[in-house]
């Protein structure tokens, strides 16, 4: 007899299965060409999300319809799409030059084309980690959906209840709703979502556009509607992959196209030979620190450093950005807007044109030579496993009149927002290694950047391992806890780093195509923690708590650099 105990399955061990399956169902889709997300093709992916219950989807798993999870999700999805019963993802396949207008997501960089009433296109550019993003966004957004149809359908011919025929009154309306009317509808929707009037009004705003004051009403209707129709004629929403998006993903077509841009510029104004250090980062941080203090005297003046950078970040603040990218572009910078579908911008300083007198950054190294003075090349942030895409072409040597030319690159510094395990918002996580999260890869490296560093500022730093997901939306508590509390000591996840970590020591320890004593740098401040309950992504964003440390990691990552 054998004296073997069955262990039960813990909690993070049936979500990590889940995640696994999903991914590898993600993958047979796509193969497939096509799928029913309500259908019997989407039943594992359905399955594996509701058995996970990512916190960032909240109440998927119970009756009452999801808030905060809705709004998450609907605002990484281009507007109209809950009325669409066909959503086609293509590869960049020319509809930018035609007569569709490009529809962007307010949280996603991505180009989407609403073709008829019942078609929406979605451009997929950046590789498998955007299909994976969009597909499990659809299904909680279906599976939402169909909460909706099993609280207003009365029997199998399609009979609704009382307060569906109020909604689609309402929403169908073609005169604006007064706020009598409004508050109406709202109970009428609060009675069909299993949520009070109160929870209602609160994001009711969140949701609303300038065009469309009343679009929360809209998107319910027409989710509700859509559901509905497949319960009752069987009219199934169809996920669908364009043959080009099929035969071309994977092959790095936009990420060669993006590198070989950059690398000509590179070429034309003489800054190939020179030292380069290569930053991952926002469009507007490493810019700041090195000309907003001159663009702005008057300002500074009456300011500290840390709230021109604040004043910097509003909104409304047009005129001072404008006026920091022109001192920018007058003092070297050579500024490159993506065409090549990666949309991924980039910024290159020639710090031979920098005067560091006039910038409030100490520099010991004065780089007597030009060939010695660096070159900044900042890029903006990829999106999962586009960052091995952008950053292995990028590295590659160039040919230069039949002659190959190598990169001289000195230094790839990283910095980005994470969701942080320990701690809260603003708060910086220094990695030691990267784990690719659902596999044993993982990568240690030495890291140019400790605590030490960025001590002493009021922020909370932490120092560990962190772990690169296959996809926010997809983590739970418990895969977190078990994470954080096992012997991988991880302090944070984000979607990036292993996949920068593997180009990076494919080209300089295998390829040879850059030095292999290249220094790398990464440091990533909280968006979130996912461990606590209202503090995940879904609750919203960071306002001015990213300013912080934000600027304290470019300025740390500049001074090594300088000195």
């Not at 359908?153 to 005169?175: H, N, P």
């Not at 300089?508 to 209202?534: C, F, H, M, Q």
């Amino acid at each position: 007899m054998s004296n073997k105990k069955h262990h039960a399955r813990t909690r993070a061990q049936e979500s990590s299965n889940a995640i696994e399956r999903m991914y590898i169902t993600m993958r047979h889709l796509f193969n497939r060409g096509f799928y029913k997300p309500m259908g019997v093709s989407g039943e594992t992916l359905r399955e594996a999300l509701l058995l996970l219950r990512p916190e960032i989807y909240g109440s998927i798993g119970e009756e009452k319809a999801e808030l905060e999870g809705l709004l998450y999700v609907i605002d990484r999805l281009p507007i109209g799409i809950e009325e669409c019963t066909f959503i086609n993802l293509t590869s960049d396949e020319g509809y930018g030059n035609s007569h569709f207008k490009a529809i962007i997501p307010p949280k996603r960089r991505r180009n989407c084309y609403r073709i008829d009433s019942e078609q929406m296109n979605i451009e997929i550019t950046r590789g498998r980690s955007e299909i994976y993003d969009i597909l499990t966004h659809l299904t909680f957004l279906f599976v939402e959906s169909h909460k909706i149809s099993r609280r207003v359908l009365i029997d199998d011919q399609g009979s609704t209840t009382r307060d569906w025929v109020k909604l689609e009154k309402a929403v169908l309306s073609s005169k604006k709703l007064t706020q009598q009317e409004r508050e109406i509808a709202i109970t009428h929707t609060a009675n069909i979502l299993g949520r009070t009037f109160n929870e209602i009004t609160e994001v009711y705003s969140q949701f609303s556009s300038a065009v469309q004051p009343e679009r929360f009403l809209h998107i319910v209707y027409w989710l509700g509607k859509l559901a509905i129709e497949e319960v009752v004629n069987n009219n199934k929403r169809t996920v669908t992959f364009s043959p080009v998006l099929r035969e071309r993903l994977g092959h790095h077509i936009h990420g060669e196209i993006w590198a070989n841009k950059i690398k000509e510029t590179l070429n034309k104004h003489n800054l190939l030979s020179r030292p380069i250090h290569v930053i991952s980062a926002n469009m507007h941080s490493v810019m700041n620190t090195l000309f907003a203090p001159e663009a702005l005297k008057s300002l500074k003046t009456k300011k500290s450093t840390l709230e021109m950078y604040e004043s910097l970040g509003l909104k409304e603040n047009d005129t001072l950005r404008n006026k920091v990218s022109k001192e920018a572009l007058q003092r070297g910078m050579i500024y490159i807007k993506d065409t090549s579908g990666t949309n991924i911008d980039v910024q290159i300083f020639d710090t031979s044109k920098i005067d560091f007198t006039k910038t409030d950054i100490e520099v010991n190294n004065t780089f007597n030579n030009l060939e010695d003075k660096p070159v900044i090349f900042v890029m903006d942030y990829a999106f999962g496993e586009q960052a091995y895409e952008t950053i292995d072409e990028l590295l590659k040597p160039i040919k230069v009149d039949g002659n190959k030319i190598h990169l001289n690159v000195e230094s790839i510094s990283i910095m980005g927002k994470a969701g942080i395990l320990e701690g809260g918002k603003g708060d910086i996580m220094i990695p030691s290694a990267h784990i690719f999260e659902g596999t044993a890869d993982n990568y240690p490296f030495k890291n140019e950047l400790n605590k030490a560093d960025l001590d002493g500022h009021g922020l909370a730093i932490y120092e560990g391992s962190m772990i690169t997901v296959l996809g926010t939306s997809l983590q739970n508590k418990d895969i977190l806890k078990f994470f954080h509390n096992s012997t991988w000591n991880v302090i944070g996840l984000e979607m990036e780093g292993a996949h920068y970590q593997k180009a990076i020591q494919a080209a300089s320890k295998v390829r040879g195509s850059i030095n292999e004593n290249v220094k790398v740098r990464y440091a990533y401040y909280a968006s979130d923690n996912p461990l606590e309950t209202g503090s995940t992504l879904a609750s919203g964003g960071l306002g001015t708590s990213g300013v912080k440390p934000t600027y304290l990691i470019t300025r740390k990552i500049l001074q090594q650099i300088f000195n």
